[in-house]
């Protein structure tokens, strides 16, 4: 008599062959998407591999999301397998579609609006929305993968910061004593989050300043001290989660018309500064000891269009 074992192979081995004209045939595996790693931030490097595809089979990838307004975002890229049934995005050119060239990030960078005339706007303001891996031969769908890419690593704190004149939100990570980073924001008056959270993610201390249009400051972007930013500087260097010989400034539009100012007002109060479209003049509406800095009026602005 066969014991559990026997029995147990024997309906294993009959659930997974078919016998036709005495040739063995099995079961084709469903395709499987492979991402490495499987947690990462969204700036940084993934491999995707496709297995279990026929030899030479010719594949469409897309990847698609939604953005802080629910907006479809989408891309898609054409790819051949090799002789294993393997297609590897990070070693891989597609043969076409939304990118050209070996690209691991190319799938992400390349995603545009599926509506029409859609404002390409704050793709990056997604967060923890999730992106699906979808991979098709022909119209047929093979498989599907929910991927998340977040902009904020798990020991990132945070702590909203009003004192000695300064107001902001301070990110940093957990334990850590680290270079330190003043995000100063443009006319909008704020940042949106993700840009401090992915800094601080990467290991820096990053302050994101405010500077107007909250309580206790200036209600509208005109005639900002700049003493004030010296004095958000000076705080920043004395916090414990600080290394005060590695600070930097970044902003961006007139955020970074403002950190070239104020690297050439007070180059001494920091290492380095990163100006994001920042104009080729001052716009901003500025004072330095109580005298406003010169600066081309909007309609000089309005001209130079």
Known sequence: ????KKIFLA????????????????????????????????????????????????????????????????????????????????KQAPTSGSYNGIDPMGLFWSMTPTIKNQTLSMLISLNLTPFELSVFSGNKLLTQ?????????????????????????????????CPGVMAIPGSSGQ?????????????????ELRYFGVEGLPKNLSLIPLEYFKNAMQWL????????????????STGGDLALLLASTFPGEMNAVIALSAPSFVFGSWTYKNNQIPSVSLSHKEMLK
């Not at 079961?27 to 940084?44: F, Q, R, V």
């Not at 989050?193 to 302050?207: E, P, R, T, W």
Request: aromatic fraction near 8%; charged fraction near 25%; charge should be positive.
């Open 1 to 4: 008599m066969m014991n559990k």
């Open 11 to 90: 309906i294993l081995l009959l659930s997974a062959i078919t016998i036709s004209s005495g040739v063995f045939f099995w079961p084709k595996a469903k395709p499987i998407i492979t991402a490495t790693p499987e947690k990462n931030l969204i700036d940084e490097p993934i491999e995707i591999v496709i297995s279990h595809l026929k030899p030479h089979e010719q594949v469409i990838i897309e990847a698609s999301c939604k953005d802080k307004d629910n907006n479809a975002w989408l891309s898609r890229a054409t790819f051949q397998a090799d002789d294993k049934g393997i297609v590897n995005v990070a």
């Open 145 to 177: 993968e929910t991927m998340y890419r977040p902009y904020i690593a798990p020991n990132i704190e945070k702590k909203e910061i009003r004192e000695q004149g300064v107001v902001g939100t301070l990110f940093y990570p957990k334990g850590k004593r």
């Open 191 to 207: 940042l949106p989050n993700y840009v401090s959270q992915l800094l601080a993610s990467h290991g820096y201390a990053v302050f």
């Open 237 to 252: 260097k004395k916090q414990p989660q600080v290394d005060d010989s590695k600070i930097a400034l970044i902003g961006q």
